[in-house]
């Protein structure tokens, strides 16, 4: 299964953001009208912070949402390089989303313990209805990096020498991302216009190795793109 790409171009990060949100506020909308229920798989790193601030402001129907994290540093809860610290203070710590909506990866335990915990936790409600990422300047996305091999059949993986710090990581694998009925991949700036370059070249980069049913979104900037 090779999934289709759709590259949407925008001037700028800003734009980038713009479009974040009314795409994920739209998926909730559709899936909540559908399902009563909103599952959503958040991106780590700087990228989507500002949709998450955007978030903050936004109306929805947020006692139906579930919020999930497709990777997350092994630091303790609360450390500042934490994806889930970043999101909580760009956007959870100013919404009415009850905590017992929120499934942080329990990364405090330690990458092997943490990733089959959350095994657990995601396993029973596949599929998700969105999943955000973002990818890096090496092609990589969530924690799963170029040259790193993991068995196909877990959705939840620990990683233990990634080049970009920390080394100790917990990722969902591909198998769990690709459960997804929609996929948007947030890419900004001029530092990954090389992977960009690189992956439209069909280069293996862990990037192209995404999969969706639906397809895959890329909302891109102008500096991405160059
Ligand atoms: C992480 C992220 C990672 C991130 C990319 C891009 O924990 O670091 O989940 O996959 O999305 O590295 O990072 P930036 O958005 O900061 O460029």
Known sequence: MTSPVRWHHFPDA????D???????????LAIVQRGVF??????????ERAYRQLAES?????????????????PPGDAARN?????????RRSSIRDDQVHWIPAERGAEQGARDYESVIAPIL???????????????????PGHRHPQTALVVPVSDAPKPPANRISMNFSA???????????????????????????????ASLECPAGIDVLIDHDATG
């Open 59 to 75: 109306d929805a129907e947020w006692p139906c949402w579930q919020i999930y994290l497709g990777d997350e540093r092994c630091l």
């Open 19 to 29: 479009e974040t949100v009314r795409r994920v506020l739209a998926a909730a909308k």
């Open 14 to 17: 800003a734009a980038v953001a």
């Open 177 to 207: 991302l690709q459960q997804s009925r929609e996929m948007l991949l947030l890419i900004t700036g001029a530092g990954k216009r090389e992977a960009v370059r690189r992956w439209r070249k069909d280069e293996a980069l862990p990037v």
């Open 127 to 145: 599929p998700f209805d969105l999943v955000l990422l973002g990818m890096g300047e090496d092609g990589h996305t969530a924690s799963l990096f």
């Open 84 to 92: 889930s610290r970043m999101i909580e203070q760009a956007w959870l």
């Open 39 to 48: 599952r959503v798989v958040l991106a780590g790193g700087s990228t989507p």
